[in-house]
């Protein structure tokens, strides 16, 4: 059963209905101007022992000046008068309805409503006192009863949810669209379901109208000027409740002060007065009444705390305004920054909202298209337009692409937009997208003129083209090599001598026969890298060619050092060189054989002259003559001196031998230095 139901039931069967209790019916019943009346409310009053009682304590209670003096029931209501003894029998009857509610399962919440109610019709009390209402219990009943239907409402909740929504009331009284939210959750309004107990229970219709109209600003539907009174007084207690609730936060006092002097005609020192009072009242009333309520501060310690805290807010308040002025010159330089650099900037700025409305451009348009800004942001004319076809949808794919990281981001894109005579001119785009959970807010977009670079790129273009062409009709080999010994230019001639070599380490191309390197050589004569290096070196290929390689290291301000190496085919001068080297070996063996011949030669044919004279001799049994043996043994002495000169030879020194030929000087060549 929903909480709607559960009310309607509680109105509608007659066991389920909230009633008054037989003491407050009764007090109700009692006319005013019945000449009986007074005899009717003591008889009433001392049938029921514990009103009879609080009747008492409350004409012996110092507000009225009667303490100790008041023993009888019929005395209290000569001296009090009937009106107020009705309403305080009416009202203890209320109290006692409301203590039989489920106190023990409603708990806290229960106890605050209770509480707030007794405060409020003490408030709304001291104030109708001040304000001159004929009838200021009355308006201590009303303040009683205005959350009545709080009382009705509790006992059939069951949803957490429902109980912190009437918490949240408590705490936040004057919320906007209170009884709205409630008849939402409820299908009553506390003031709705209010009203129709207090019909039930037959309640004078004023105090009614405090139930049903205390959250309504425009009281034109009550009809009794004193009931609209009633409902202002009402009013001005739930303020002057929440000042010792909530403190004196929000400007309450001076809410409370505005109120009370515009609704009631009460001046601002009559409404400090019962501020003042309050607390004290307060705690002399729930005496009376036997009601233990929540005890509120003085106004003067609520006023001490909230000048305490009004300070501190004072100084916060102040370091925050430092703060602000800080911010705010920061901000200012900040923004006179931006301006300049909007200002003066050569590149073309442009933001557009999320709908592609132009927000702001910068003078630089005009000088890129021949356009004035002003143009464009008069909205006469549209920059899109000068965009070739398709060109801000490109834009928009490349933002909402992750080409140049997380989407929404655009760097250095490349395009051209027209002029506004019709000619291309070449940009480069830069811009971001502001989003905002998903959505977007602006577009920024940078617009570069870069004809000059796009010339410049052009010429280097050519320029190396030139290059190539002269370093590839060059007959040796040329390449360029980085830091990290990776091969970054290479001519044609190099290609055809050691392959394609771009991308791969220099150690990689050139590899001897029968080699297969994947590190660098050992004996590398330029790395490491040391400015204005230069060295030389040969290389035999996989082919046996033989390749001298001339380096030199380049550090050219702003770029990575290199090295430039020259590679030239030495294969064919290396064989000549091998041949003259053998002819002069050649030639070297003749003139020593030659040399050899000529001084060989005479000892040698004497040595064979004396032995021919010796067999002659020993044929004819002679005996050989003494001066032919030394002879002999003359020449063979000499020609070991010339092969032990052969043997000392140092240098080369020729001599002329006959008239067409050198011959090996062996007496210069062997004869040593002095």
Same mark, same amino acid.
């Given at each position: 059963?929903?909480?709607?139901?559960?009310?309607?039931?509680?109105?509608?069967?007659?066991?389920?209905?909230?009633?008054?209790?037989?003491?407050?019916?009764?007090?109700?019943?009692?006319?005013?101007?019945?000449?009986?009346?007074?005899?009717?409310?003591?008889?009433?009053?001392?049938?029921?022992?514990? #009103?009879?009682?609080?009747?008492?304590?409350?004409?012996?209670?110092?507000?009225?000046?009667?303490?100790?003096?008041?023993?009888?029931?019929?005395?209290?209501?000569?001296?009090?008068?009937?009106?107020?003894?009705?309403?305080?029998?009416?009202?203890?009857?209320?109290?006692?309805?409301?203590?039989?509610? !489920?106190?023990?399962?409603?708990?806290?919440?229960?106890?605050?409503?209770?509480?707030?109610?007794?405060?409020?019709?003490?408030?709304?009390?001291?104030?109708?006192?001040?304000?001159?209402?004929?009838?200021?219990?009355?308006?201590?009943?009303?303040?009683?009863?205005?959350?009545?239907?709080?009382?009705?409402?509790? %006992?059939?909740? &069951?949803?957490?949810?429902?109980?912190?929504?009437?918490?949240?009331?408590? =705490?936040?009284?004057?919320?906007?669209?209170?009884?709205?939210? &409630?008849?939402?959750?409820?299908?009553?309004?506390?003031?709705?379901?209010?009203?129709?107990?207090?019909?039930?229970?037959?309640?004078?219709?004023?105090?009614?109208?405090?139930?049903?109209?205390?959250?309504?600003?425009?009281?034109?539907?009550?009809?009794?000027?004193?009931?609209?009174?009633?409902?202002?007084?009402?009013?001005?207690?739930?303020?002057?409740?929440?000042?010792?609730?909530?403190?004196?936060?929000?400007?309450?006092?001076?809410?409370?002060?505005?109120?009370?002097?515009?609704?009631?005609?009460?001046?601002?020192?009559?409404? /400090?007065?019962?501020?003042?009072?309050?607390?004290?009242?307060?705690?002399?009333?729930?005496?009376?009444?036997?009601? %233990?309520?929540?005890?509120?501060?003085?106004?003067?310690?609520?006023?001490?705390?909230?000048?305490?805290?009004?300070?501190?807010?004072?100084?916060?308040?102040?370091?925050?305004?430092?703060?602000?002025?800080?911010?705010?010159?920061?901000?200012?330089?900040?923004?006179?920054?931006?301006?300049?650099?909007?200002?003066?900037?050569?590149?073309?700025?442009?933001?557009?909202?999320?709908?592609?409305?132009?927000?702001?451009?910068?003078?630089?348009?005009?000088?890129?298209?021949?356009?004035?800004?002003?143009?464009?942001?008069?909205?006469?004319?549209?920059?899109?337009?000068?965009? %070739?076809?398709?060109?801000?949808?490109? #834009?928009?794919?490349?933002?909402?692409?992750?080409?140049?990281?997380?989407?929404?981001?655009?760097?250095?894109?490349?395009?051209?937009?027209?002029?506004?005579?019709?000619?291309?001119?070449?940009?480069?785009?830069?811009?971001?997208?502001?989003?905002?959970?998903?959505?977007?807010?602006?577009?920024?977009?940078?617009?570069?003129?870069?004809?000059?670079?796009?010339?410049?790129?052009?010429?280097?273009?050519?320029?190396?083209?030139?290059?190539?062409?002269?370093?590839?009709?060059?007959?040796?080999?040329?390449?360029?090599?980085?830091?990290?010994?990776?091969?970054?230019?290479?001519?044609?001639?190099?290609?055809?001598?050691?392959?394609?070599?771009?991308?791969?380490?220099?150690?990689?191309?050139?590899?001897?026969?029968?080699?297969?390197?994947?590190?660098?050589?050992?004996?590398?004569?330029?790395?490491?890298?040391?400015?204005?290096?230069?060295?030389?070196?040969?290389?035999?290929?996989? /082919?046996?060619?033989?390749?001298?390689?001339?380096?030199?290291?380049? /550090?050219?301000?702003?770029?990575?050092?290199?090295?430039?190496?020259?590679?030239?085919?030495?294969?064919?001068?290396?064989?000549?060189?091998?041949?003259?080297?053998?002819?002069?070996?050649? !030639?070297?063996?003749?003139?020593?054989?030659?040399?050899?011949?000529?001084?060989?030669?005479?000892?040698?044919?004497?040595?064979?002259?004396?032995?021919?004279?010796?067999?002659?001799?020993?044929?004819?049994?002679?005996?050989?003559?003494?001066?032919?043996?030394?002879?002999?043994?003359?020449?063979?002495?000499?020609?070991?001196?010339?092969?032990?000169?052969?043997?000392?030879?140092?240098?080369?020194?020729?001599?002329?031998?006959?008239?067409?030929?050198?011959?090996?000087?062996?007496?210069?060549?062997?004869? =040593?230095?002095?």
């Amino acid at each position: 059963m929903t909480v709607k139901e559960k009310l309607e039931r509680l109105l509608r069967e007659e066991k389920e209905s909230p009633t008054l209790p037989e003491v407050g019916i009764q007090a109700m019943q009692i006319a005013l101007d019945d000449s009986l009346a007074q005899k009717k409310l003591v008889q009433l009053v001392m049938r029921y022992p514990d #009103i009879a009682s609080r009747v008492i304590h409350l004409a012996n209670s110092p507000l009225f000046g009667l303490s100790g003096r008041i023993s009888s029931i019929e005395r209290a209501v000569n001296l009090l008068g009937i009106a107020p003894i009705r309403s305080l029998v009416l009202s203890l009857s209320i109290l006692i309805a409301m203590s039989k509610q !489920k106190r023990e399962i409603l708990g806290p919440i229960f106890r605050k409503i209770q509480d707030d109610s007794f405060a409020c019709g003490i408030a709304a009390k001291l104030i109708a006192e001040t304000a001159g209402y004929p009838q200021p219990d009355e308006a201590f009943l009303a303040g009683l009863l205005y959350h009545i239907g709080y009382f009705f409402i509790l %006992p059939q909740l &069951e949803d957490a949810e429902h109980f912190r929504l009437i918490e949240h009331h408590l =705490e936040n009284p004057f919320g906007e669209e209170i009884e709205v939210k &409630e008849k939402e959750v409820f299908g009553y309004a506390h003031t709705e379901l209010g009203g129709l107990i207090g019909e039930q229970w037959f309640l004078p219709s004023h105090i009614n109208a405090v139930i049903k109209s205390h959250h309504e600003d425009y009281l034109d539907s009550i009809g009794q000027r004193d009931a609209r009174k009633l409902v202002r007084i009402v009013q001005g207690s739930l303020l002057l409740n929440h000042i010792f609730n909530q403190g004196e936060r929000n400007g309450n006092g001076i809410k409370l002060v505005r109120f009370v002097e515009k609704h009631l005609g009460i001046p601002g020192h009559a409404c /400090d007065k019962v501020l003042l009072e309050f607390s004290e009242r307060l705690a002399e009333e729930s005496n009376i009444f036997k009601l %233990p309520v929540k005890p509120r501060k003085n106004y003067l310690n609520i006023l001490r705390e909230s000048n305490r805290k009004l300070y501190e807010i004072s100084l916060e308040y102040l370091r925050t305004l430092d703060e602000k002025k800080k911010l705010a010159e920061e901000n200012r330089k900040f923004t006179e920054v931006l301006d300049a650099i909007f200002a003066h900037s050569p590149d073309i700025i442009v933001a557009l909202d999320g709908q592609g409305k132009l927000l702001m451009i910068n003078d630089s348009i005009e000088k890129l298209i021949g356009v004035p800004a002003e143009e464009f942001l008069s909205g006469r004319q549209n920059i899109l337009d000068y965009y %070739p076809a398709g060109l801000a949808n490109k #834009i928009m794919e490349v933002l909402k692409s992750n080409q140049y990281g997380p989407p929404g981001v655009i760097v250095d894109y490349e395009a051209f937009i027209i002029d506004r005579k019709g000619q291309k001119v070449s940009v480069s785009i830069s811009g971001t997208l502001i989003q905002k959970s998903g959505e977007v807010k602006m577009s920024i977009v940078f617009l570069r003129d870069i004809r000059k670079r796009k010339t410049i790129q052009q010429e280097l273009l050519n320029a190396r083209k030139y290059l190539d062409l002269i370093f590839n009709t060059i007959t040796d080999g040329i390449r360029v090599i980085d830091s990290s010994m990776t091969i970054e230019y290479e001519n044609k001639k190099l290609v055809e001598i050691w392959g394609k070599g771009i991308g791969k380490k220099c150690y990689e191309t050139h590899i001897r026969a029968g080699e297969k390197r994947k590190k660098p050589c050992e004996e590398c004569p330029i790395f490491p890298f040391a400015p204005d290096k230069t060295a030389t070196h040969e290389v035999t290929g996989k /082919d046996g060619r033989t390749f001298l390689v001339s380096s030199t290291s380049l /550090d050219i301000e702003g770029k990575p050092p290199s090295v430039v190496q020259i590679i030239k085919d030495i294969s064919l001068f290396k064989e000549q060189e091998r041949i003259k080297a053998d002819q002069q070996k050649l !030639k070297a063996i003749m003139e020593l054989a030659g040399a050899t011949a000529h001084e060989l030669n005479q000892p040698l044919t004497a040595i064979m002259m004396g032995i021919e004279l010796v067999s002659r001799q020993l044929q004819q049994r002679r005996v050989v003559p003494e001066e032919v043996i030394n002879e002999i043994i003359g020449n063979v002495e000499k020609m070991g001196g010339i092969i032990s000169r052969l043997s000392k030879i140092t240098r080369y020194e020729t001599r002329d031998y006959l008239k067409t030929m050198k011959i090996l000087d062996l007496d210069g060549s062997s004869k =040593e230095e002095s």
